[in-house]
């Protein structure tokens, strides 16, 4: 069964305290891994995909490595304003409509705090 | 205006009430979707328009009724609802890509209340 779980719930750092959230994943084909950040009372904002294992991307302060069965969201340094839920998705490989194969896991709040 | 515009973002609506969700995209997308958003679970697919093709998840009630009368609107038409439906109902738009991975562009959401 395709599903995406993601560690911890919630995470709190002080600020420059860096840290990782972790998106293990199980699917039928690997088509992408994306993580999108959603702050309160707004729909979640793109920031990356991963294509396939050994592939990094980076972003500020963000660094999102994949691998066969997880995926790492690397904060170096945070800010107060890096404060969002993340949520990681995963899209499977298969069907021809893109959403209806796309699972995602339940986000991990985290609290940078000055 | 720019992006996926969702209106209204606050709607409070008792269990007899008929009321619509309306969503609008600016991106020159040709696929819309609704998502159910609630406390602690991942986000529920409901419907997805992908060049003029419906794709519905089939656990979703039919209290709730999409409709897309172009690629650039979209909404979700809402009667008899229970309490239970409580929830933030996402709008997202994407450019199907064949076989690619499929970036999702999400509205600001809905937040719906059902008394």
């Given at each position: ?21 972790n ?23 793109f920031?990356f ?16 490595t994949?691998t ?34 796309l ?12 | ?42 986000l ?34 809402l ?34 209340t059902?008394?």
């Amino acid at each position: 069964e395709d599903q995406v779980t993601q560690s911890p719930e919630a995470l709190r750092l002080q600020e420059g305290e860096s840290s990782s959230l972790n998106c293990s994943y199980t699917v039928s084909g690997l088509r992408g891994l994306f993580w999108y950040r959603q702050d309160p009372g707004k729909g979640p904002e793109f920031l990356f995909t991963l294509y396939s294992a050994g592939e990094e991307k980076e972003k500020e302060r963000l660094k999102a490595t994949l691998t066969k069965k997880e995926s790492f969201l690397h904060i170096t340094a945070p800010k107060p304003e890096d404060s969002a839920t993340y949520l990681c998705a995963v899209q499977a490989s298969g069907l021809r409509t893109g959403a209806n194969n796309l699972f995602f896991g339940t986000g991990t709040r985290l609290t940078v705090i000055p | 205006e720019t992006g996926v515009t969702q209106t209204p973002r606050h709607l409070v609506m008792g269990m007899t009430n008929k009321k619509s969700l309306k969503c609008e995209q600016h991106l020159g997308h040709n696929a819309m979707y609704w998502y159910k958003q609630s406390a602690k679970k991942p986000l529920e697919l409901m419907f997805v328009y992908s060049l003029e093709e419906r794709v519905e998840n089939n656990s979703v009630p039919s209290r709730f009724s999409p409709e897309c009368p172009n690629s650039s609107h979209l909404f979700l038409h809402l009667h008899t609802l229970q309490p239970e439906d409580s929830a933030l109902y996402l709008c997202a738009s994407s450019r199907q890509q064949g076989a690619g991975a499929n970036v999702l562009t999400f509205g600001a959401g809905s937040r719906l209340t059902v008394l």
